[in-house]
């Protein structure tokens, strides 16, 4: 069975350094999503791709995180400088459907990537 | 802006008992609502998806139902088991594809 594939699973890194995040999303998936989960809260989106294009990122601090999916495939996002409150899960999840359709898409969610700001 | 409650918090409940998880949304305008479950340190996994002009869904001992105008979801498991022990998610599109979540249900199932 398909599955959205992150990398690495825990990342451990001292404050003001960088860091990055792998993501490859089921094949064919058009649409694929960054969430951060702090512990004990849902997600929350951080940035929404449709293809290579950015469709939503409101939510994402753009001081610091920046997020790319260059060929329209695996994305990467990138914390620089790592603060302590960024301390979180990250998730990646894909979705089949196109963003503005007026109809839901199951989401796939990978494991996620666990980050300790140190 | 759309808020999605979850209650209870966290729940305990003996194997084989049936239950009910609940979700509450703001705004009514909403494309779908998914219910997902996620383990201690794991992602997410979707259980069921609702799409807005449906009014239930249900998957093997699980059944998910949607009141749009009153803004309610209810997750209902049937004949609970010591497997079904996670984190329970609703979540919310009603922004072609941005998914507003709750803050979850902590479900405990004792043998």
């Known amino acids: 069975e398909a599955e959205v594939a992150q990398s690495p699973r825990y990342k451990i890194t001292e404050k003001s350094q960088a860091v990055a995040f792998w993501c490859d999303p089921i094949?064919?998936?058009?649409?694929l999503y960054w969430y951060r989960q702090i512990l004990g809260q849902g997600p929350e989106l951080l940035v929404q791709?449709?293809?290579?294009?950015?469709v939503d990122d409101s939510q994402l601090p753009k001081d610091r995180f920046s997020a790319e999916r260059l060929k329209g495939v695996d994305s990467t996002l990138k914390i620089q400088p790592a603060e302590l409150g960024d301390s979180a899960m990250y998730l990646c999840?894909?979705?089949?459907?196109?963003w503005g359709q007026g109809r839901g898409h199951i989401q796939y969610f990978g494991a996620g990537t666990r980050l300790s700001v140190l | 802006k759309q808020e999605v409650t979850q209650i209870p918090a966290a729940l305990s409940v003996p194997e084989g008992e049936n239950l009910v998880l609940n979700c509450s949304f703001t705004?009514?305008?909403?494309?779908?609502l998914q219910w997902f479950r996620q383990d201690p340190g794991k992602g997410l996994t979707s259980l069921l998806l609702?799409?807005?002009?449906?009014r239930e869904q249900t998957s093997g001992r699980l059944n998910a139902s949607l009141d749009k105008s009153s803004g309610r979801s209810t997750l209902y498991i049937a004949a609970s088991q010591p497997g079904d022990s996670a984190t329970y998610l609703c979540?919310?599109?009603?922004?072609?594809?941005?998914?507003?979540f709750g803050q979850g249900t902590e479900l405990s199932v004792k043998p």
């Open positions: 999840a894909s979705s089949p459907g196109s």
């Open positions: 705004d009514s305008a909403i494309y779908n």
């Open positions: 609702i799409q807005s002009s449906q």
């Open positions: 979540a919310v599109d009603n922004q072609g594809g941005k998914l507003i």
């Open positions: 094949s064919g998936h058009a649409t």
């Open positions: 791709f449709q293809d290579e294009s950015v």
